[in-house]
């Protein structure tokens, strides 16, 4: 059974730097072709793509957000992390960890997101 | 970059047929997967590959993928179908990159 988690704060201020964790099992980031990304959904708005990492490292960044984003992983605990520098009250948003078993394949498996909210 | 552009709704009578559309250059030569998110939960992989169901996922959803424009049908709508559809892509013209569509609200009448 694939199951994926998002954690991190709820509440972070502006100018900050967030830090959230995808905690995963059912798959191994060390088998070819998986990747985890990062999709955030701010309320009542539509779905963003921000980053994704590839089995061998190979990583991707929405161009808009490259400058603020870092996606790393650790395959021994079966995680990936992604840092987001100088948080700002639009960034405020739902954020899922999704899985996608190959280049070009759709993400099958969603965590079940965590609100993340900008404020001071 | 990528952009694909979805109708902000749709309404549709109980029985009748849903089609949703996602607009984008040439994407009909470009693999596109749809997703429904009903409210406070994730979004879930209705339709991948154009055209090919998750297992799990009614017959009622089909797909295609021509031109400029990718269309999601949705056939028999049923009340539970009422969500929110988003459709995505890999742009491997800009180093492989995702893209999500702008979403279309389904209401069921």
């Known amino acids: 059974q694939i199951t994926l988690k998002e954690s991190g704060p709820t509440l972070v201020k502006p100018t900050q730097t967030l830090t959230l964790t995808c905690t995963f099992s059912?798959?191994?980031?060390?088998?070819?072709?998986?990747?985890v990304g990062w999709i955030r959904q701010p309320p009542g708005k539509a779905l963003e793509w921000l980053a994704l990492?590839?089995?061998?490292?190979?990583?991707r960044y929405s161009p808009s957000l490259k400058s603020r984003l870092t996606i790393t992983k650790d395959t021994s605990k079966n995680q990936v992390v992604l840092t987001m520098t100088n948080m700002d009250p639009v960034d405020t948003a739902t954020y899922y960890c999704?899985?996608?078993?190959?280049?070009?394949?759709?993400?099958?498996?969603w965590g079940q997101g965590t609100l993340v909210t900008v404020s001071s | 970059s990528y952009v694909l552009t979805q109708p902000p709704s749709v309404s549709v009578a109980p029985g009748q047929t849903a089609r949703i559309t996602c607009g984008g250059n040439?994407?009909?030569?470009?693999?596109v997967h749809w997703y429904q998110q009903k409210p406070g939960q994730a979004p879930v992989l209705v339709v991948y590959?154009?055209?090919d169901r998750p297992s799990g996922i009614p017959e009622r959803f089909s797909g295609s993928n021509s031109g400029n424009t990718a269309t999601l049908t949705i056939s028999r709508v049923e009340a539970g179908d009422e969500a929110d559809y988003y459709c995505?892509?890999?742009?491997?013209?800009?180093?492989?990159?995702?893209?999500f569509g702008t979403g279309t609200k389904v209401t069921v009448l």
């Open positions: 040439n994407i009909g030569s470009k693999s």
């Open positions: 999704a899985l996608a078993n190959d280049y070009g394949d759709p993400f099958d498996y």
């Open positions: 990492i590839y089995w061998n490292d190979d990583k």
């Open positions: 995505q892509v890999w742009d491997s013209s800009s180093d492989h990159l995702c893209v």
């Open positions: 059912g798959f191994s980031l060390s088998t070819s072709g998986v990747g």
């Open positions: 590959d154009d055209s």
